[in-house]
């Protein structure tokens, strides 16, 4: 795609109207990866690679820069030989049933999750992705932006999972699940943790993940040394599953779509961030007035120039703080001292007698 160049002025009286068309048309023009993704292909990042791949052209020519910027209203741009347009943003909420796969493309053929929507010509894709053999709540949506945040493991989107598993757990192994087990990707670790039922040889727990690896849940439980039988997701974010039925879908409210925009900017909010750091500086500032109150206190000199404060301690020779006889009667003593003058007073008196 050539980029797009002002016309010539014949006089110089021309070029201002030129360079406010020129800003005008600048203006209308976005980056590829962009609009692509809100087409529904996907993320920007699997969008990216449609362009670096060269599956992607304008106007008849392949882009392969990640920079080019296009006018949806005027160019014609396609992915591998067929044109995407803008479509109106859907979200849905799907049971999703085991045996289907959370991929647009499986060369083997085997069933997946878009299968389960009508075929009417909108770009669907799942955020994030739930095993072949896991059921439960799964996000459909051709949102690519929004997808792109929710599956990204900043946010920390919490995924609540019931699962039954082989046998009864102990306390101790559940516990090991909570500080985390070490794997190649690094440590996993679930951030809730309840043990619901008993049921015959099996037990049913309801787990809670901030982060979604790779078979994370059934790969932790293998190395505790029970098995999962049956996992299904039952809340992601603020959605919950409810009673929808296994492979039925809805779409989502306006207060659902609210709620998850709301915890997106929550978790990031530039609010958030400054009024943390305005906390830590006031607790800066108190321990500095403290540091600067005791050096001022400990570096005041007089007259003669010699600093103020503290004496050294000089160790006393042995007696010279006892008493010399009934002259220090007077002076502010300990009670067991007060018992002894006392008693002394006794014996004194008893000798006048």
Same mark, same amino acid.
């Given at each position: 795609?050539? +980029?797009?160049?002002? &016309? ?7 070029? %201002? ?14 980056? !590829? ?36 910027? #296009?006018?949806?209203?005027? @160019? ?17 909420? !799907? ?11 499986? +060369? ?5 999750? #878009?299968?389960?929507? +009508? ?7 799942? #955020? ?73 040889? &099996? ?54 779509? *609210? ?10 909010? %530039? ?34 120039? *010699? %600093?103020?404060?503290? *004496? ?18 007077? @002076? *502010? ?21």
């Amino acid at each position: 795609m050539s +980029p797009r160049t002002p &016309s010539p002025s014949d006089s110089d009286a021309d070029q %201002p109207t030129n360079d406010v068309d020129q800003a005008t048309n600048d203006a209308e023009l976005i980056r !590829l990866q962009k609009f692509l993704a809100a087409t529904g292909l996907g993320s920007r990042r699997h969008c990216e690679e449609y362009i670096e791949t060269g599956r992607v052209t304008v106007d008849g020519d392949p882009v392969t820069e990640l920079g080019a910027k #296009v006018d949806p209203e005027t @160019q014609v741009i396609c992915v591998d030989g067929e044109r995407v347009r803008l479509q109106p943003r859907r979200y849905y909420l !799907l049971n999703k049933p085991t045996g289907f796969l959370c991929t647009n493309n499986d +060369p083997a053929g085997r069933r997946r999750v #878009v299968d389960l929507f +009508p075929n009417d010509g909108q770009r669907l894709f799942t #955020v994030g992705r739930l095993d072949e053999n896991s059921e439960g709540l799964i996000l459909v949506t051709n949102d690519g932006a929004l997808a792109e945040r929710l599956a990204h493991p900043r946010y920390k989107v919490a995924r609540t999972y019931q699962v039954q598993v082989a046998g009864n757990p102990a306390r101790e192994k559940l516990d090991e699940l909570r500080k985390g087990v070490r794997f190649k990707e690094g440590v996993f670790r679930v951030s809730g943790l309840k043990y619901l039922k008993k049921q015959g040889k &099996s037990s049913f727990l309801e787990l809670t993940l901030h982060e979604g690896q790779n078979r994370e849940i059934r790969r932790m439980m293998a190395r505790i040394g029970h098995k999962v039988i049956q996992l299904m997701r039952v809340r992601f974010g603020p959605l919950n599953l409810g009673k929808l039925k296994t492979g039925e879908y809805r779409r989502l409210t306006d207060w659902e779509l *609210k709620k998850l925009r709301e915890m997106l900017n929550e978790k990031h909010s %530039p609010t958030i961030r400054h009024r943390k750091g305005r906390k830590n500086v006031s607790h800066g500032k108190s321990r500095s007035s403290r540091g600067q109150a005791g050096k001022k206190t400990s570096d005041r000199k007089p007259a003669d120039g *010699k %600093p103020v404060g503290r *004496k050294p301690y000089d160790k006393k020779p042995a007696g010279a703080g006892k008493k010399q006889g009934p002259a220090s009667s007077g @002076q *502010k003593t300990t009670g067991r001292r007060i018992i002894g003058d006392v008693q002394g007073q006794r014996t004194r008196q008893g000798k006048r007698k």
